[in-house]
């Protein structure tokens, strides 16, 4: 995905203005982390009823932070040379941070996700190394190929299913987390195939079908919740995913309207947003607890405050 969106509609375009703090934070698009942050209290949460042990949890929750800035970091480095000419002020074609440092920090952060997924048992490092393997796919190979929305979906889904990997039964593969995480990776998917020519005028066929495909993870979310066992927060969380569902759907038909960059990009910055509402939810309905999933949606908060400053996409 590309970097900024017009000024008329959200985020200010990226200059390479400010100190290599600053750049850092823009190479690994600090607001985006909350989403995958979000996931892995989902997938704990699908599989215990609470965030015991928290050490574990921990290292289930910081392995991912690595490995999705590794996965930010390669997607710069290895579209340095289109960045060059489409967007400057990024931080390696602006100079700010080398392109050989920029790897190397990527390559480390990797081998700590790995490090600290093993940490938290055989099974976690097992689906950190699949995740691993999606984003160096996704960034360093396929990406501008028809298959890379189902690698970056795929991404998604296995992001869900490490904070599920430390499931006290060993049932990593079956629901619910793996009927969550299909409909997560759906949406992603989706979401990466509408956001595909985001820094230009999109054509509007690929944002009809793309938003299909989002819809098509939205609504096998709703069917996880609906054919779940007889639950108290059935028809709050029905009604959230409802109103969330609305709201992407008016974004879609609006960039889909008059496919600009402006309007494409922030129903993008929009559903990235939303992934942290959609799994606040999940947790509401799979665990009954209110907190936990007020503790959740609250990672919107740091996420839509750092979205105005640095932006998402």
Known sequence: MSDSENTSETDSPERPTGGKGLALLQLVRIPTVFTAMADIFLGFLLTRPSLAPVDTFAFLLAASVCIYWTGMILNDYFDRDVDSQERPGRPIP???IPAGSALKLG???NVAGLGLAACAGQLSLQIALLLTLCVWLYDGVL?????APLLMGSCRLFNVLLGASASPTGAMW?????HVAIGLGIYVCGLTWFARQEAKTSARPQLISASFVINAGLATLFGFVHT??????RETAMFVLAVISVTIVRRL???ISQPEPARVQTAIKM????LIMLDATLILFATGTPALAIAVA???VPAFLLARWIPMT
Do not use: E, I, Y
């Not at 079956?174 to 793996?178: D, E, F, V, Y």
């Not at 779940?228 to 927060?233: G, I, Y």
């Open 271 to 274: 559903m990235l947003l939303s």
């Open 174 to 178: 079956w629901c619910p987390q793996m």
């Open 228 to 233: 779940a066992p007889d639950n108290s927060q």
């Open 143 to 147: 990406k501008k190929t028809p298959v």
């Open 298 to 300: 609250l990672l919107m």
């Open 107 to 109: 390559v480390m952060l």
């Open 94 to 96: 602006s100079g700010r």
């Open 253 to 255: 038909l609006r960039a």
